[in-house]
């Protein structure tokens, strides 16, 4: 144990902030049931808060943190009277924690996280599930983020995510990474679910900030991981993307928090770094939907002013990326492509047929989409009546601030 610092509480708070879903990934793949990891996990947290102020910040927290857990897991096995019967199965699983624990203790925590994605995506359970379980589980996202996500309500997804556990228990789904053969085809979902953590950092779908970096960090490292699981083309051009991205964060909000557009950020904010890890990993001949994007976002970091965008080769790249991939949201991001490149008639056009067709219409970018090309049009009736209809569905307070600034502009 280290000498106890001066603020325990705000080492505890930021020990959880970084590595609560982390801990938790272990105590599943211990006990093998969500709900009693979760309750294990806030129990090892109390301990924590009880014991760390008389006995000092352990050097691992995160290691003191599983075991705490671990045996308050136990605890409730035995009120449970659970205990005796699942006994021989917990000492071997016991033993395979500590066994790898003490072999890589770093490592092994982190494969534990990486283990419970896999699980969570397991060919097994639905489709529609795999992606919510794993952003409510491993990382943590509350149901009415993830809910906001998929463009549905919370009761649905809270619905779906209890769905998802009560599977993984039943069918006992293992707790363990797939083999090199199995790889390839396990890898599809944990893309998606590692992009879409990213992308509610990015953007967050809800709450008073536009970004929120635990989540875009805690996405690229798994990024990082499933790269150097299986270096596949879509998996290297999600992670050129997602460090693409994440280049322009800083430059992407002022310091109040209201946003910035990206033709009026500073580029010289942006992360030169990442932007060169990223292009690095941009393939030359970009083919599967990742690797297109990825393209989009090297072609935005390589422009030195706004005006030197390269708006036709960015709109080429969302064709294909269409054709791969043909949903209304991409549809809407080659819409605005096309609307740089040929004007804002011609996006319009192309939005207005989305909408006309029933998708998107409680998208609150579709409808702000909209009302820019009116605005640029000086359609303004219509562009006011579209702004407002964006700022009825928006739910996150910086988007909400930038439309009503829209709107006051006109």
């Not at 490292?221 to 999600?238: C, K, M, N, S, T």
Request: hydrophobic content about 50%.
């Amino acid at each position: 144990m280290s000498s106890p610092p001066a603020d325990v509480r705000a080492v505890i708070d930021a020990t959880y902030r970084a590595d609560a879903r982390r801990v938790f990934a272990s105590l599943v793949r211990l006990v093998r049931d969500f709900d009693l990891a979760e309750e294990a996990l806030h129990e090892a947290f109390a301990a924590a808060v009880e014991r760390w102020p008389a006995e000092g910040v352990p050097d691992n927290p995160r290691a003191w943190l599983v075991s705490a857990g671990r045996f308050k897991a136990v605890d409730t096995l035995r009120r449970r009277g659970k205990f005796a019967e699942l006994q021989p199965e917990l000492a071997g699983r016991l033993s395979e924690v500590a066994a790898t624990n003490t072999a890589r203790a770093e490592a092994a925590v982190e494969d534990d996280r990486l283990r419970l994605v896999f699980a969570c995506c397991h060919p097994a359970i639905d489709r529609a599930v795999q992606v919510p379980l794993t952003l409510r589980e491993v990382c943590g996202l509350t149901t009415d983020e993830i809910a906001a996500a998929f463009l549905t309500s919370p009761t649905t997804m809270a619905q779906r995510i209890v769905r998802g556990k009560a599977k993984i228990r039943d069918a006992g789904i293992p707790f363990a990474l797939p083999s090199a053969a199995e790889l390839p085809e396990r890898l599809g979902p944990v893309l998606a679910v590692v992009y879409l953590v990213f992308s509610e950092g990015y953007s967050a779908s809800a709450g008073a900030a536009a970004t929120r970096a635990d989540l875009s960090g805690e996405a690229i490292r798994l990024g990082r991981l499933v790269v150097e699981l299986l270096p596949d083309p879509e998996a290297v051009g999600l992670l050129a993307l997602m460090l693409l991205q994440e280049s322009r964060r800083r430059a992407r909000t002022t310091p109040a928090g209201d946003i910035i557009l990206l033709e009026d950020q500073n580029r010289a904010a942006w992360d030169a770094g990442l932007i060169a890890e990223g292009r690095a990993l941009v393939a030359a001949e970009p083919a599967g939907p990742y690797a297109l994007q990825a393209a989009v976002a090297a072609a935005h970091a390589a422009a030195p002013t706004p005006a030197a965008t390269d708006w036709a080769r960015i709109a080429a790249l969302y064709d294909g990326l269409f054709a791969l991939n043909p949903s209304p949201v991409v549809e809407l991001n080659r819409a605005v492509a096309v609307a740089m490149r040929d004007g804002p008639a011609a996006g319009l056009v192309l939005v207005e047929g989305i909408l006309r067709r029933g998708e998107l219409t409680e998208y609150h970018l579709a409808h702000a989409a909209r009302a820019d090309f009116l605005r640029r049009l000086n359609r303004t009736v219509e562009a006011r009546a579209a702004y407002e209809r964006a700022l009825e569905l928006a739910r996150q307070e910086p988007e909400r601030r930038f439309l009503l600034k829209r709107l006051n502009q006109l």
